[in-house]
């Protein structure tokens, strides 16, 4: 069965701290995985899109990985600022291009 | 200009009515989907549609009908209303149905009472 997992469930750091959030999916065939960015009360935003031959990508303070052989992404977060409180939602879509799994996402919050 | 916008953003209603909620992608994109995300902030698809046919649509009781009068609209009509479907329902849209960046809109927050 498709699934996505996200890890931790919620996290709480310090402003300026860095952060990494957890992705494993068993989602088969790959095509790619996406993290996106929900800020309460508003629609998922997304920040980086990862397919199957690419190993990082950074998009400002957020970078992540994808290690495509044991089914993992990350996503790293540097020198962590209030408004990075959020969602993170990680989303991996299959080969056929049609089905794509939401993991239940990862409740960020960023404390002055 | 708003990209993709869904209105109302706040439903308030009693068990049994029908209501609907509307949504509009000035994108361009082909392809437009609905969600709902319940109380555990768990985002999950309802329907997409293509160019106004259906392409996918999940396990979703049949008091759900959605309504597509053109590419650039995607309506949620809901009949009978539970307790249960209660929730926050997304749309979004995406360039075509095989280029999965979604562009989201506000959420439109339903309570049925």
């Known amino acids: 069965k498709n699934q996505v997992e996200q890890s931790p469930q919620s996290l709480i750091i310090l402003e300026g701290k860095n952060c990494t959030l957890q992705?494993?999916?068993?989602?088969?065939?790959?095509?790619?995985l996406r993290w996106y960015k929900q800020d309460t009360g508003r629609g998922p935003v997304s920040l980086t899109i990862?397919?199957?031959?690419?190993n990082t990508k950074s998009n400002g303070r957020y970078t992540a990985t994808l290690d495509a052989d044991t089914k993992q992404s990350s996503l790293h977060i540097t020198a962590s600022q209030l408004s990075d409180s959020a969602s993170y939602i990680c989303?991996?879509?299959?080969?056929?291009?049609?089905?794509?799994?939401f993991g239940p996402g990862t409740r960020l919050s960023v404390l002055p | 200009d708003t990209a993709v916008s869904q209105t109302p953003k706040y439903l308030v209603t009693q068990m049994g009515n029908d209501k609907s909620i509307k949504c509009e992608q000035n994108?361009?994109?082909?392809?437009m989907y609905w969600y709902k995300q319940d109380s555990k902030k768990f985002l999950k698809i309802m329907f997409s549609?293509?160019?106004?046919?259906?392409?996918i649509n999940e396990t979703v009781p049949n008091r759900f009908s959605p309504k597509s009068p053109d590419k650039a609209h995607l309506n949620l009509h809901i009949n009978s209303l539970e307790l249960g479907d209660s929730a926050v329902y997304f749309c979004?849209?995406?360039?075509?149905?095989?280029?999965?960046?979604?562009?989201f809109g506000p959420g439109t927050r339903l309570t049925v009472l």
């Open positions: 979004a849209s995406s360039l075509t149905r095989r280029n999965n960046e979604q562009f």
């Open positions: 992705c494993n999916y068993t989602v088969s065939p790959f095509s790619n």
């Open positions: 990862m397919t199957f031959s690419e």
């Open positions: 989303v991996v879509r299959d080969n056929y291009g049609q089905n794509f799994v």
């Open positions: 994108l361009g994109h082909d392809t």
């Open positions: 549609y293509n160019n106004k046919e259906l392409i």
